[in-house]
């Protein structure tokens, strides 16, 4: 198993649809969503971003042509980052006193 | 049977791997790791960021509006871009072009220099608007037009704002270092198409870096950006 070399090509149109994708979110954030439905402008935003967090990470970074186990490591740790965020959100949110909240 | 196997090693091979292709393996699941625990590191404010957005929402979108997004749009696009050099500074080293893993290395540290210079320049502009959320806070609660609440939710989005972006500028200015180590030894020709795990490496590193402004660009800037077009 030799190292698999990503062509300068490839770089490159990632990095024209990463320059599209950042157009696109300042684009997407001058519009007031939020009057459709409330989190849709940070929907929106955040969906960009993993999209472009997801180009780099596959491409740039190698990840797609890296072993599995490294794969595997990487899906891991973003894994307990979304626990970080979900578990400690779900507590906040069912809280009595958070604002939104039905009591 | 020592000798027969130790002629044919490359000399950057560690004696306790196989081969070539193995050390790069270790090293690049050793750096993700790294990287695993700087995620968390990150994740913490962006954790904090995520709560106090939910239960301040109006003073977080009046505060993000005092941020210039055309000046967080621009080192977007530099970053971004020097990422681009950075992946071409790792292919130049597949390659064999020292010339080029050079160049490209340089570029990379130079747009890595002025991300912090606009940085310096957005910094410096909050100090003087008194919007550095403790020496010099120009308590606005005051001002009979404002609203007290609003003013000390505005607060709290300010300290995270430099909070985070401090955190990823400090990170920016460990990955210059790092850069200028890496145009030294390949100045020195001590990366080769066999050898160059370091450039490799570092380039996890630099791409790391930009994904996580990728997510503070429109968190902290983008978040109040309609509220300014009305």
């Not at chain 2, 050898?195 to 590193?205: D, F, K, T």
Request: charged fraction near 10%; include cysteine.
């Amino acid at each position: 198993m030799s190292e698999h070399i990503v062509s300068a090509r490839i770089y490159l149109v990632i990095f024209a649809s990463l320059m599209v994708l950042t157009a696109l979110t300042v684009f997407a954030a001058s519009f007031d969503l939020e009057h459709i439905w409330g989190p849709l402008n940070a929907i929106v935003a955040l969906t960009i971003a993993v999209i472009k967090a997801t180009l780099v990470v596959l491409y740039f970074m190698h990840v797609r042509y890296s072993s599995r186990l490294t794969q595997v490591i990487i899906v891991a740790g973003i894994f307990w980052f979304i626990i970080l965020i979900a578990f400690t959100m779900a507590d906040y949110m069912t809280r009595s006193g958070w604002p939104g909240a039905g009591a | 049977m020592a000798e027969s196997h130790a002629i044919h090693h490359h000399p950057a091979l560690k004696h306790h791997f196989d081969n070539m292709e193995q050390q790069l393996e270790a090293g690049t699941i050793g750096m993700w790791v790294f990287l695993l625990t700087e995620i968390m590191f990150f994740g913490g404010l962006f954790l904090a960021y995520v709560i106090y957005r939910a239960v301040y929402p109006e003073g977080f979108a009046v505060a993000s509006n005092t941020l210039d997004v055309r000046l967080g749009g621009f080192n977007t696009v530099v970053l971004i871009l020097s990422s681009l050099t950075m992946a071409m500074a790792v292919y130049s080293a597949q390659t064999g072009n020292k010339k080029r893993l050079l160049l490209f290395l340089f570029l990379t540290l130079i747009l890595g220099c002025v991300f912090l210079g606009v940085k310096v320049f957005e910094y410096r502009s909050k100090f003087e608007h008194h919007l550095f959320p403790a020496v010099g806070w120009y308590d606005w609660s005051h001002e009979p037009t404002h609203n007290p609440a609003l003013a000390s939710q505005a607060r709290v989005f300010l300290w995270l704002y430099f909070a985070m972006t401090g955190l990823h500028a400090l990170h920016m200015v460990v990955g210059a270092g790092m850069l200028v180590f890496l145009m030294f030894f390949a100045w020195r020709d001590k990366y080769s198409p066999e050898y160059h795990a370091p450039v490799e490496l570092g380039g996890l590193y630099w791409h790391f870096v930009d994904i996580v402004w990728i997510f503070l660009f429109p968190l902290l800037y983008l978040l109040g950006f309609h509220l300014g077009k009305h």
